[in-house]
C-alpha cells in the first residue's frame, strides 16, 4: 500500500473543496471496497478524505411522500429501518442479499453505489485492463469469463457492476443527489451509472469534484408485489451471476405496471423499459413473463464461458415476476 495523507472534514462544503483542490485524493466512509482497492494497488490516493463526520446519516421523509436515504447511511441500518422494510421491503430484501452482516454494518450507502467491478483482471495489476489503465486493452476479453457481462459490454470492458442494492434502486427510480463545486443536482439512477463504451476507467455520471448526498426514493415503493431473486455460486457472500428485481402493479388480474432491474450482467444495473412495458394489460401468466423475459435479454452476447448466463437470466427473470405475483396471494416472495 502506498503512504498517504489523511483529513477529516466536518462539514459537506468542506469535503467539496478538499476533493476540488487534489485529484488524487477519495473520499473514505466505511472502506469496504476502498481499503481493498488499495491493497492491491489499483487505488493510490495521495489523501484519504474522512467523510465519516457529515450530518448525511438520516432517512426523513420527502415533501412528495418518498423518504430521502442520508450518503452515510449503512446498508445494515436502510435494510432494517422500518419505514424501508414497510414501504421499499424491494430494497430490503436485495441489501441483505449481498456481502455478510459485518460488511454491511460497515458500507455506507453512498460507498454501494460508488464501488467498483470485481472483475479478477481488474484486481489483478499484473494484467492489462482497460478500466486501470485506459488505453491498456482487456485481459478478460478471451480469459476466465464467467462471471462476466452479457448485455452492454463493448470491446473495451467486459466488466460487471457487483451491487446488490443498486438493482433494487434501479427498479425503484430512485434519484442520487450530489454536490460539487457548482452546487446541488440530482441524477435519475438509471443515468448514475454508465455502460463502458470507449470510457471504462469512468464508472459514473458523478463528476470526480462532487460527493454524493443522498439517495432519494419515489413514493410509490411496491411494497405489495415485488421480489429479489439472486443467482449465486454458492448460497451467502458471494456475488451474483445473475439478479433480479421485480416489481408490479396489479389490478383485477391484470398487471398494470411492471419493472424488471437485472444485476451480474452488465457494467450498470440493467433495465430496458420498452420491454417492461409489455407487461402492461397483461395477464400474470408465465407465456406473459417468458415473452418478456425474451425481450428483456434480447441482443446479449456472451464471450464464452458466460453463455450459460443468457438462459439463466431469462429464468431467473420468470422467476422473480412470478414470486412478485405471489406476495399478493400470501406466498413468500
Not at 467539496?16 to 481499503?35: C, E, K, P, Q, Y
Not at 446498508?75 to 432494517?80: E, F, K, M, Q, R
Not at 453512498?110 to 464501488?115: A, F, I, P, V
Request: charged residues 20%; positive net charge; aromatic residues 6%.
Amino acid at each position: 500500500m502506498n503512504a498517504f495523507t489523511y483529513t477529516r472534514v466536518d462539514d459537506v462544503a468542506s469535503a467539496v473543496r478538499s476533493i476540488a483542490g487534489d485529484g488524487a485524493a477519495r473520499f473514505i466512509a466505511g472502506g469496504t471496497n476502498l481499503l481493498d482497492l488499495m491493497k492491491e494497488n489499483v487505488e493510490r490516493p495521495s489523501r484519504l478524505i474522512d467523510i465519516t463526520h457529515l450530518p448525511l446519516r438520516a432517512i426523513e421523509p420527502t415533501s412528495d411522500g418518498g423518504l430521502r436515504i442520508g450518503a452515510l447511511v449503512t446498508n445494515t441500518d436502510v435494510a432494517y429501518h422500518p419505514e424501508i422494510e414497510r414501504r421499499y421491503p424491494l430494497l430490503s430484501r436485495a441489501i441483505l442479499a449481498g456481502a455478510s452482516a459485518q460488511l454491511r454494518n460497515m458500507a455506507s450507502v453512498g460507498g454501494n453505489l460508488m464501488q467498483r467491478t470485481r472483475c479478477a483482471y481488474f484486481y489483478d495489476n499484473a494484467t492489462p485492463c482497460n478500466k486501470r489503465t485506459p488505453g491498456a486493452g482487456c485481459s478478460a476479453i478471451g480469459g476466465f469469463t464467467r462471471y462476466h457481462a452479457i448485455l452492454g459490454a463493448s470491446e473495451h470492458c467486459i466488466a460487471v457492476h457487483p451491487s446488490d442494492m443498486c438493482v433494487a434502486l434501479a427498479a425503484l427510480d430512485a434519484v442520487v443527489h450530489v454536490t460539487g463545486p457548482g452546487g446541488e443536482r440530482a441524477i435519475a439512477f438509471e443515468d448514475f451509472h454508465r455502460e463502458p463504451g470507449n470510457t471504462p476507467h469512468i464508472d459514473t455520471n458523478k463528476r470526480s469534484d462532487e460527493i454524493i448526498t443522498a439517495v432519494e426514493l419515489p413514493a410509490r415503493g411496491f411494497s405489495e408485489l415485488y421480489a429479489y431473486v439472486k443467482v449465486r455460486d454458492r448460497a451467502s457472500y458471494a456475488f451474483a451471476l445473475v439478479s433480479v428485481a421485480a416489481s408490479l402493479r396489479m389490478n383485477a388480474g391484470t398487471i398494470e405496471e411492471g419493472r424488471v432491474a437485472l444485476g451480474g450482467v452488465a457494467h450498470k444495473p440493467w433495465r430496458n423499459r420498452t420491454a417492461e412495458s409489455a407487461l402492461a394489460g397483461q395477464p400474470a401468466s408465465r407465456q406473459i413473463f417468458e415473452r418478456v423475459a425474451d425481450d428483456l435479454v434480447r441482443g446479449a452476447r456472451d464471450c464464452g464461458l458466460n453463455a450459460f448466463k443468457i438462459p439463466l437470466a431469462k429464468r431467473a427473470i420468470v422467476r422473480s415476476l412470478e414470486q412478485a405475483v405471489a406476495t399478493n396471494r400470501g406466498g413468500r416472495p
